[in-house]
């Protein structure tokens, strides 16, 4: 077997380009909890999975209502849910969803944005990254079925898949608009734009904070097919079909080949990632527009 820049080749999981970054590593309670998926669905309070091994795939359940924001617990239960998908052999593809109504992922979780303290925002801050990670270098298809609406953090997420497929609703919107909270997207948020969307158009719906309807989303490439609200999931099931069709080995180096360096930018500078996000978050100035933010939100409903 050779080996390609510490992948091997030859073996159907190829890289784990994870295993070597700081604080990677899983604790003995959640190692414990890995190993062979079986037929049986598995997950968590937060993550539900249908794992189909005949078909070598699963469906992956956000089950954190009311709108699945992306809390610490969400992040992690989803990092542990996606390593024992990818450590088991039978596993080729994942189906993302939501198990929310209405709601694909309403992002970060502002709360554990607003008013607390600089080691709980490195440790949430690292968790986002270590996530984004996972998702964007998985060896598995990763097809995103989005039933819902999709900003910031979710359409994120969305974006690490190898293929959207969008519900026709014109609830549901996708786009980064971190501009409209007063916070600013991530390098690594805009890169993982840009490579879906290119970067004159990254650059508008970006500074404007566009959050696309399901037509103008599929117009500017940032979903691949938009289908009727009945059909997203069978749509999604028959383009895994399609995407499992092409040798894993193969498929995965071309992947490894698109991504690596814009996930290696982040590699390469973490800690300062978590710094800079720290100090940002941290700002009176920003903090008082989540908070605005965040009233706007509540009183939509009063
Ligand atoms: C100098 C340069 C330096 C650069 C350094 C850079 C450093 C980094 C900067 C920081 C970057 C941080 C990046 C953040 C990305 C994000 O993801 S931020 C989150 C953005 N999310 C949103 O804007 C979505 C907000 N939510 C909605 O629009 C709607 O909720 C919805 C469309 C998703 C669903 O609508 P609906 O079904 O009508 O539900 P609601 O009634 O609105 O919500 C129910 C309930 O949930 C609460 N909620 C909604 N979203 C969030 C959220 N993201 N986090 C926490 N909570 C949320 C909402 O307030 C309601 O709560 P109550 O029931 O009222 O208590």
Redesign the pocket.
């Known amino acids: 077997m050779a080996l390609v820049a510490g992948m091997r080749v030859g073996s159907r999981v190829l890289f784990r380009p994870w295993a070597w970054l700081p604080g990677a590593a899983l604790g003995r309670k959640e190692s414990a909890a890995r190993g062979r998926v079986g037929a049986r669905g598995f997950g968590s309070q937060r993550v539900l999975v249908e794992p189909d091994p005949a078909a070598g795939i699963a469906v992956m359940k956000l089950k954190s209502p009311?709108?699945n924001?992306?809390s610490l617990e969400l992040l992690t239960e989803f990092v542990i849910s996606l390593e024992k998908l990818e450590n088991d052999k039978t596993f080729r593809g994942i189906i993302l969803t939501s198990d929310c109504p209405?709601?694909f992922s309403?992002?970060?979780?502002?709360?554990e944005?607003c008013g607390k303290n600089p080691a709980h925002y490195a440790e949430y801050w690292k968790a986002v990254q270590e996530l984004w990670l996972r998702l964007y270098l998985s060896n598995l298809v990763l097809i995103a079925a989005i039933n819902g609406?999709c900003?910031?953090?979710?359409c994120l997420i969305s974006l690490t898949c190898d293929y959207r497929v969008l519900a026709d609703n014109p609830k549901y919107v996708i786009g980064l608009?971190?501009t409209?909270?007063g916070?600013?997207?991530?390098f690594w948020?805009k890169d993982t734009l840009v490579n879906t969307i290119g970067h004159r158009t990254s650059e508008r719906a970006l500074q404007l904070g566009i959050l696309f309807p399901p037509a103008e989303a599929l117009q500017v490439g940032m979903v691949d097919k938009v289908v009727p609200e009945d059909q997203v999931q069978s749509t999604a099931l028959s383009v895994m079909a399609q995407w499992l069709s092409i040798p894993d080995h193969a498929r995965q180096l071309t992947k490894n080949m698109m991504r690596k360096a814009t996930a290696d930018r982040l590699v390469k500078q973490r800690d300062s990632d978590i710094q800079?996000?720290v100090g940002?978050?941290s700002r009176d100035s920003i903090q008082k527009s989540l908070q605005v933010?965040?009233g706007k939100?509540?009183q939509?409903?009063g």
């Not at 900003?151 to 979710?154: F, I, T, Y």
């Not at 916070?183 to 991530?186: G, H, L, R, S, T």
């Open positions: 009311p709108v924001s992306l209405g709601v309403a992002g970060l979780d502002l709360m944005m609406a900003p910031a953090g979710g608009n971190e409209l909270l916070i600013v997207a991530p948020f800079n996000f940002f978050i933010y965040l939100l509540r939509k409903k």
